[in-house]
């Protein structure tokens, strides 16, 4: 049987005289709840008044930054040489001081036997007309002028030195690979040690008396291949020396700032081997080299001046270099070979065509002590120009025969010299210089120079 329905509960009844109070009201429906906003940086909306004040704002930083670089751009075409491309500057200044024990005179010079002079004042740019970053395929350039008397060639002082550009065909980034460049236009012929070297590398203040009596001591224009093979590297001492170097190349032959005077190029050839050693081996930097120079040149007779041309004759050199340098200790050494045609009669029917031979050895034993050149110490960071002080005594020995068929006529020079390296670019040379030209007589020299580099 179901169970009765429970009544529901009324009020109880107020009692008498009293009013009952009113029955509780309902509570009214919940309203439903907004969802969620997301927080904003504005607590009421931006009105068109806001909106136009930060259009002022940006409109005013636009504008100062315009000025700014308005300015900036002005400070940069006032005080700052520009150019289309990357260029580094650098150069040379040899300021020197001469004596010698005999005096110079003749029509102009009055029994001069000690000057001054500039050894050379040379300007370098070079940079890069197309840099390929991931590959090193460069294309380079490089514009040297030189000023000085002993660079003279005609009557200008200013004289165009190297003016060529040199292109990588091989990727040059990882420098465990082998190189390889092309360089065309006027530039040094790579013959033996000397020639090659430019000055601030050079360790007497006088050049081989072979590289200006050969005419090898000058610049030519035409297309030299360079490169190395199986290069030995060391990166913890930034150490790369390849084992096999090599350098072919065609060139006018005429010299630097000449148009060739003949239509045959002359032919450049070198080789050169480096022992195989690690960094800290005494066979280190022993390099054995052979360069061949085949070329032609104009013949003229002995009938001048003007002299009469009558075609071209035989221009050859031959030479053989031997290289070693382990600090603290170094040698040199260069023997060249050269064979010249000449005419020595004055009519076309007996021109008396001879072949010249001339030979020519060049030593140089050198001692260096100090700090420039050893590694811990040109790794120091410094702020100024500072750099170890490094010195270096040396000798020389250098012969030239300029005709084996003949007697007494050869010319030693024996010379006696100290650089003093005082900065990474600059030093002070002083040689002593005893001169046999058996000719003439014996001559005493002493030249003092202090060389700059930037």
Do not use: C
Request: net charge negative; proline share 8%; glycine share 8%.
């Amino acid at each position: 049987m179901a169970p009765a329905p429970i009544p529901a509960l009324q009020p109880a009844p107020a009692p008498s005289g009293e009013v009952a109070p009113p029955a509780p009201a309902e509570p009214p429906p919940a309203e439903p709840t907004p969802p969620p906003q997301p927080a904003s940086s504005y607590e009421t909306p931006a009105t068109a008044g806001d909106v136009e004040g930060i259009r002022y704002d940006i409109q005013g930083i636009t504008s100062d930054l315009e000025n700014f670089k308005f300015q900036w751009q002005r400070e940069r075409d006032i005080h700052t040489a520009l150019t289309t491309r990357g260029i580094r500057i650098g150069g040379t200044i040899q300021a020197r001081f001469g004596w010698t024990d005999v005096d110079t005179t003749n029509a102009l010079v009055w029994q001069r036997q000690s000057t001054f002079d500039i050894g050379a004042a040379l300007i370098t740019f070079t940079g890069s007309l197309y840099k390929d970053y991931a590959e090193g395929r460069n294309l380079d350039f490089a514009l040297r002028f030189g000023a000085s008397p002993q660079q003279s060639t005609n009557n200008s002082f200013l004289n165009l030195l190297d003016a060529n550009i040199v292109y990588s065909p091989v990727p040059t980034i990882d420098r465990e690979d082998p190189q390889l460049t092309i360089t065309l236009g006027q530039q040094l012929l790579p013959f033996g040690l000397e020639v090659p070297a430019t000055e601030e590398l050079k360790p007497v203040i006088r050049n081989a008396l072979f590289t200006t009596r050969l005419n090898l001591a000058r610049r030519d224009v035409g297309l030299i291949v360079r490169g190395d093979l199986f290069p030995m590297v060391d990166f913890g001492y930034n150490y790369r020396v390849p084992i096999l170097q090599y350098a072919l190349g065609l060139v006018n032959g005429a010299g630097p700032n000449i148009i060739d005077d003949n239509n045959v190029r002359d032919v450049i050839a070198r080789v050169a081997f480096t022992v195989p050693s690690d960094f800290h081996s005494w066979l280190r930097q022993i390099t054995l080299g052979a360069t061949g120079y085949f070329g032609s040149q104009n013949t003229f007779l002995n009938d001048g001046p003007p002299r009469t041309l009558i075609g071209r004759s035989t221009k050859r050199r031959l030479g053989v270099d031997f290289y070693y340098n382990h600090w603290p200790f170094g040698i040199t050494y260069e023997f060249i070979h050269g064979t010249d045609a000449g005419a020595t009669g004055t009519t076309v029917d007996a021109p008396g065509l001879k072949d010249v031979d001339s030979d020519a050895h060049t030593a140089t034993f050198f001692l260096s002590f100090g700090e420039q050149f050893v590694a811990g110490f040109r790794n120091q960071g410094r702020y100024d120009d500072w750099w170890p002080k490094t010195y270096q005594p040396f000798l020389r020995y250098d012969r030239f025969d300029p005709d084996k068929d003949q007697s007494n006529d050869a010319i030693t020079v024996v010379t006696l010299g100290l650089n003093l390296f005082v900065a990474e670019t600059s030093k002070f040379q002083l040689n002593l210089n005893w001169q046999d030209d058996e000719r003439t007589e014996v001559t005493r020299e002493i030249l003092a120079q202090v060389q700059f580099g930037f």
